[in-house]
């Protein structure tokens, strides 16, 4: 099983795993987190908005549903069900190796990932756009700005956490959209990682439990927001706990993020990559 590089076959295996992912019916669920996304997210940033008799523009509800703690688990949960038969391990596998080699057939199943989860962060993008019933503007509206100011016995809501000041004080909109972007896509492929690694290792049911222990551990620690939340990838994928209210300087700066997930991207990447040389094809029909 030859490991010399071929772009086209590494291009192969990447459409042929993202048009088997696009066409599978477990894909429609992602149609229940645009609900939850309208419900916890939208829905109250509109109602503010007629209240203040302000639109909003078209990115808040995006930031909004990429700083909410309930989401930021939902997210990444919805997209490791869609994703959680991957690498698919098959009899038809060794065929495909033996005509790549691992290295090349593990590479397309990379980028099949990568293509995956922009696919999935720009349909959110673009679902948030669509329901935003907001105005094309690059910066934060006077409703998330001046709600808090007008109406300050709803300053201690769950509405005021989705955008909170710690937000729109410190950071410029179209900024923070970029961040909560790739921030997010960062943790999505960070979690995959980890299942791909336990998945090539044949132990793809340990894998799962412990990407979901992960982002279990992360949604605790953000809660109590200790310092130990840090450790985790969700608290590094939420712009507004970087930064304090009022002061310019950061919690924990936005660059330790970055540094947070290229490390961790990194380091799992390498393991990937020698599970892979220990990776046996015997008896394949029965890895799972």
Same mark, same amino acid.
């Given at each position: 099983?030859?490991?010399?590089?071929?772009?086209?076959?590494?291009?192969?295996?990447?459409?042929?795993?993202?048009?088997?992912?696009?066409?599978?019916?477990?894909?429609?669920?992602?149609?229940?987190?645009?609900? /939850?996304?309208?419900? #916890?997210?939208?829905?109250? @940033?509109?109602?503010?908005?007629?209240? +203040?008799?302000?639109? &909003?523009?078209? !990115?808040?509800?995006?930031?909004?549903?990429?700083?909410?703690?309930?989401?930021?688990?939902?997210?990444?949960?919805?997209?490791?069900?869609?994703?959680?038969?991957?690498?698919?391990?098959?009899?038809?596998?060794?065929?495909?190796?033996?005509?790549?080699?691992?290295?090349?057939?593990?590479?397309?199943?990379?980028?099949?990932?990568?293509?995956?989860?922009?696919?999935?962060?720009?349909?959110?993008?673009?679902?948030?756009?669509?329901?935003?019933?907001?105005?094309?503007?690059?910066?934060?509206?006077?409703?998330?700005?001046?709600?808090?100011?007008?109406?300050?016995?709803?300053?201690?809501? /769950?509405?005021?956490? #989705?955008?909170?000041?710690? @937000?729109?004080?410190?950071?410029?909109? +179209?900024?923070?959209? &970029?961040?909560? !972007?790739?921030?997010?896509?960062?943790?999505?492929?960070?979690?995959?990682?980890?299942?791909?690694?336990?998945?090539?290792?044949?132990?793809?049911?340990?894998?799962?439990?412990?990407?979901?222990?992960?982002?279990?551990?992360?949604?605790?620690?953000?809660?109590?927001?200790?310092?130990?939340?840090?450790?985790?990838?969700?608290?590094?994928?939420?712009?507004?706990?970087?930064?304090?209210?009022?002061?310019?300087?950061?919690?924990?700066?936005?660059?330790?993020?970055?540094?947070?997930?290229?490390?961790?991207?990194?380091?799992?990447?390498?393991?990937?990559?020698?599970?892979?040389?220990?990776?046996?094809?015997?008896?394949?029909?029965?890895?799972?």
């Amino acid at each position: 099983m030859a490991n010399k590089l071929r772009l086209y076959s590494i291009m192969t295996i990447a459409r042929s795993e993202y048009v088997r992912w696009i066409t599978n019916p477990r894909i429609i669920i992602v149609g229940v987190l645009f609900v /939850f996304m309208r419900t #916890l997210s939208v829905e109250p @940033l509109l109602e503010r908005a007629e209240k +203040m008799n302000i639109p &909003l523009t078209v !990115f808040e509800p995006f930031e909004a549903i990429g700083n909410s703690g309930m989401l930021v688990m939902f997210i990444p949960c919805v997209f490791l069900i869609l994703i959680s038969d991957y690498p698919i391990i098959s009899g038809n596998t060794l065929l495909f190796v033996q005509r790549t080699g691992k290295l090349n057939w593990f590479l397309g199943q990379i980028l099949f990932v990568a293509t995956a989860i922009l696919s999935y962060m720009g349909t959110i993008f673009l679902v948030s756009i669509l329901i935003s019933g907001g105005e094309f503007r690059t910066e934060w509206s006077e409703t998330v700005r001046l709600y808090g100011a007008k109406f300050p016995e709803e300053s201690d809501s /769950f509405v005021s956490e #989705l955008l909170p000041s710690n @937000l729109y004080n410190q950071i410029p909109l +179209m900024t923070s959209v &970029l961040q909560t !972007f790739f921030l997010m896509s960062a943790y999505l492929f960070f979690l995959i990682l980890i299942l791909y690694l336990f998945k090539l290792m044949h132990v793809k049911s340990a894998g799962l439990i412990a990407v979901f222990i992960i982002i279990g551990l992360g949604v605790a620690t953000c809660s109590l927001k200790t310092s130990v939340m840090w450790y985790f990838p969700m608290a590094n994928t939420i712009i507004w706990l970087h930064y304090t209210e009022i002061l310019r300087e950061p919690i924990v700066p936005i660059w330790w993020s970055y540094f947070y997930f290229a490390a961790g991207i990194t380091a799992l990447f390498t393991a990937n990559i020698i599970a892979l040389k220990k990776l046996q094809f015997t008896n394949i029909e029965q890895v799972g």
